[in-house]
């Protein structure tokens, strides 16, 4: 019998720098017309919360960032970064 343990997987995704980012634009003008002058870039991104069992962290790091590569990021226009927590 395994002994798995529970984690959480916090994944932000967001677009390359050098990719312009048109809904980001669209949020900021409104933001701009509601009277918040003061935001002066936006982005967009996305965020998932994954839980998943393993046996240890470095194992289900491995997996999460399969998951990334595989379906979550398009790696040509989007970076990710994420973190994990047991329990």
């Not at 002994?3 to 967001?14: C, L």
């Amino acid at each position: 019998m395994t002994n798995h343990k529970k984690f959480k997987a916090n994944v932000k995704v967001g677009l390359k720098t050098s990719v312009l980012d048109p809904q980001g634009k669209t949020v900021l003008a409104a933001l701009h017309s509601l009277g918040f002058n003061e935001a002066k870039d936006l982005r967009v991104g996305k965020y998932f919360e994954v839980v998943l069992e393993g046996n240890d962290r470095q194992s289900v790091e491995t997996r999460v960032r399969q998951f990334c590569e595989k379906l979550l990021v398009n790696p040509v226009i989007e970076h990710y970064s994420f973190e994990v927590q047991e329990g």
